[in-house]
């Protein structure tokens, strides 16, 4: 006897085809890479002129990266610290420009369009440039030797990510483009009669920041800490990045110690996303 699908099991299978071709190319462009990935940072790899070949070495190379190399944990830990300073940052930055350009001011879409140019332009070898020739930082870092005040008032551990942070201010603030336009799209879910009400009740503009604006914002402000985090990990400057890319061709180490670091950085990237989101949207949940 012949069995006829119900709508909604048409429509399952519709929507299926729909996402067969994406689901195809995840599997063997994203998770085999992946789980290969995985595999060669347990191993050691030699590769032939015909063939691949791994001798499996266990955590090996894991305890090499921690125990051993003097490089990677010091290129690691000056990567957070950096982070712990850009993000914030970056996210603040986004948040105050983005309701200075919402407000109704001429010329408001010309200021919009400058925020969000330096997002098209900027590929990494512009960047890249662009610092080679000086124009990163800010001018006033040297002009009242900024650099040599840190060094004087903090230790070098943290001093040194600092002036990195410094030293490449502009180019820090220029990835601010999508998170502002992140910020305007928010402002833009606040209803007029909201504001309105607000005003009656005898609010002022700093009442209506605190106790309508930012709890309005705080899912998007988690969003941009999220979206900046992941940024920030695929930046031109990330020295885990060009620590990858130097061991894969090194004979000393070769691909199996630069995927064991590469998972050591993917998990730890991983983890930060995690804690934001969970942290950002626990409190969103608690307003």
Do not use: C
Request: glycine share 6%; charged share 15%.
């Amino acid at each position: 006897m012949r069995t006829r699908l119900t709508l909604g099991q048409k429509r399952s299978l519709e929507g299926f085809g729909f996402v067969l071709p994406w689901l195809i190319g995840f599997l063997v462009f994203m998770a085999y890479p992946l789980f290969y990935s995985l595999r060669m940072s347990f191993s050691e790899v030699q590769v032939t002129a015909t063939s691949v070949n791994l001798t499996y070495v266990g955590l090996d190379n894991y305890r090499y990266a921690f125990l051993q190399d003097n490089v990677f944990p010091i290129d690691l830990s000056n990567f957070l610290i950096e982070s712990l300073i850009t993000v914030p940052l970056i996210v603040v930055f986004s948040l105050l420009v983005g309701l200075m350009i919402n407000e109704e001011v001429p010329g408001r879409a010309f200021f919009r369009a400058i925020f969000f140019l330096p997002v098209i332009f900027s590929t990494s070898e512009v960047v890249m440039t662009l610092f080679t020739q000086g124009a990163g930082g800010a001018s006033f870092v040297e002009r009242f030797e900024v650099f040599q005040m840190l060094v004087r008032a903090l230790p070098q551990r943290l001093a040194d990510p600092i002036n990195a942070v410094m030293g490449r201010f502009t180019l820090v603030l220029w990835n601010s483009g999508v998170q502002i336009l992140v910020i305007l799209a928010a402002l833009k879910t606040i209803g007029r009669n909201v504001y309105e009400a607000a005003a009656i009740d005898g609010a002022g503009r700093w009442e209506v920041f605190w106790k309508i604006i930012l709890p309005a914002l705080r899912p998007f402000i988690v969003l941009n800490a999220v979206y900046t985090i992941v940024d920030l990990s695929l930046s031109p400057f990330n020295p885990i990045l060009s620590s990858v890319s130097n061991h894969m061709f090194n004979v000393r180490t070769g691909m199996g110690y630069a995927s064991a670091i590469g998972w050591i950085y993917f998990t730890i990237v991983l983890v930060a996303l995690a804690v934001v989101y969970t942290f950002g949207m626990r409190r969103v949940n608690t307003m």
